[in-house]
DNA sequence: TGTGCGATTACG
DNA sequence: GTAATCGCACAC
């Protein structure tokens, strides 16, 4: 019933994937979370990774769509996107927070401060926790890949959803490129 | 080679 | 409000 989206949803401008994504399951090795909160990133954005263009780091953000690019951050976390647009845009959608479907028995575990099940995954760190997500699924291909993928279960998109300035940045704030699903417990902050 | 700071989280 | 913690990007 859950299908993964064609590379052709993500080769389109960050701008429309990124709201679209919203209400799609993430899933890796039997973990499975439902997108409730995104954000966009793209090369012409001061905020972005990719804004001083192709470094090691953000070589896989240059690259082709539907892959994968996970950073490490603070000294402690790691953060998920998911690739859009063409090879060599550098545009990207953060994944931000999930409401857990699946797997969380081992959320819990993985996550041992959470107190609430709205703890787990409501952060782009937490979720990567949560789920396993590391520097071992940089690059993996969400279209084709074994690993880590995104999928439609059939339900829809979901009946509103609400746009904002992005959170944690200190350039670019005016760009109104994060959207969430209002109300959703599972949304960061 | 040195340094400031970050697409965060958790705790006081 | 702020410590934790370290890799990246850029200055020197």
Not at 53 to 82: D, I, K, Q, S
Not at 93 to 104: D, K, N, T
Not at 157 to 183: H, L, N, Y
């Amino acid at each position: 019933m859950a299908r993964r989206l064609p590379r052709s949803f993500y080769a389109r401008p960050v701008l429309e994937v990124a709201p679209e994504l919203l209400g799609k399951l993430l899933t890796f090795e039997g973990c499975v979370g439902r997108i409730v909160e995104v954000e966009a990133y793209r090369q012409d954005d001061e905020a972005s990774h990719s804004f001083r263009g192709v470094t090691e780091r953000t070589r896989v953000m240059f690259g082709p769509p539907g892959h994968l690019y996970v950073y490490f951050t603070y000294g402690m976390h790691w953060c998920a996107n998911a690739v859009c647009e063409g090879e060599g845009q550098g545009a990207a959608v953060l994944i931000r927070a999930l409401e857990p479907i699946g797997g969380l028995e081992e959320m819990w575990t993985r996550r041992p401060k959470a107190r609430r099940e709205r703890d787990l995954c409501s952060g782009p760190a937490k979720l990567t926790a949560a789920l396993g997500l590391g520097v071992d699924q940089l690059g993996a291909d969400l279209v084709r890949g074994p690993g880590p993928r995104i999928v439609d279960d059939g339900s829809g998109s979901p009946s509103s959803i609400a746009s904002g300035p992005r959170i944690g940045i200190s350039k670019a704030i005016e760009k109104p490129w994060r959207w969430w699903i209002p109300e959703n417990p599972h949304v960061s902050r």
